[in-house]
């Protein structure tokens, strides 16, 4: 069964203090991996796509990156303004066109 | 200014009596979709449309239809709405194809269903 699993839950920083928040995925075939942003009450905010192996992307202090078996989103020096759900979906290879998503991460930014 | 809006906003009803949430984008996307996300159970696919006429079940069809007579409209119709409909719903679309594919969202319906 298609499956993406994010990591951790939670994330409490400080600001300045960079982390990655992790997507791990199992799935038949990847055609495309989406990272995107959500604040409370809002609809999820598009940020990157990935699409093969080796690939990398960047957007201010955000970086994701992609393997074979998982994606990393790096925030480098955050700030308290970078405190939101960040979610990562697969949309496979199969004949379907669905997204699935994950979990989602929380993180806070604290001043 | 590219958008996907969604109508109503909130909305409160009693179980049985059938509703519509609409969803309109203004970009000429192909692909549109409704989620419904609920806590702890994050974003779970409904149905999505490919093109008009063409629209597949996602992971939770249960208790929904759709439809896509327009390209830019992807109703969402609750035939006989139950208390486990009760959750928030957002519509999204996006250009297929695209060397970058990037999906929009509506800005969400928090549905009550009593």
């Known amino acids: 069964e298609d499956q993406v699993t994010q990591s951790p839950e939670a994330l409490r920083l400080q600001e300045g203090e960079s982390s990655s928040l992790n997507c791990s995925y199992t799935v038949s075939g990847l055609r495309g991996l989406f990272w995107y942003r959500q604040d409370p009450g809002k609809g999820p905010e598009f940020l990157f796509t990935l699409y093969s192996a080796g690939e990398e992307k960047e957007k201010e202090r955000l970086k994701a990156t992609l393997t074979k078996k998982e994606s990393f989103l790096h925030i480098t020096a955050p700030k308290p303004e970078d405190s939101a759900t960040y979610l990562c979906a697969v949309r496979t290879m199969d004949s379907s066109y669905k997204l699935i998503f994950g979990s989602g991460t929380r993180l806070l930014v604290r001043p | ?114």
């Not at chain 2, 992971?59 to 109703?75: A, H, I």
């Open chain 2, 1 to 114: 200014e590219a958008q996907v809006t969604q109508n109503p906003r909130y909305l409160i009803t009693v179980t049985g009596k059938k509703l519509t949430v609409t969803c309109s984008q203004n970009m000429n996307h192909e692909y549109m979709s409704w989620y419904r996300q609920d806590p702890g159970l994050g974003l779970r696919q409904i149905y999505y449309s490919m093109n008009v006429e063409v629209t597949d079940k996602g992971d939770v069809p249960e208790g929904y239809k759709v439809s896509r007579k327009e390209k830019r409209n992807f109703p969402l119709i609750l035939e006989s709405p139950s208390p486990n409909q009760t959750s928030l719903y957002f519509c999204a679309s996006s250009l297929l194809g695209a060397f970058q594919e990037t999906q929009y969202f509506g800005p969400g319906t928090r549905l009550l269903v009593l």
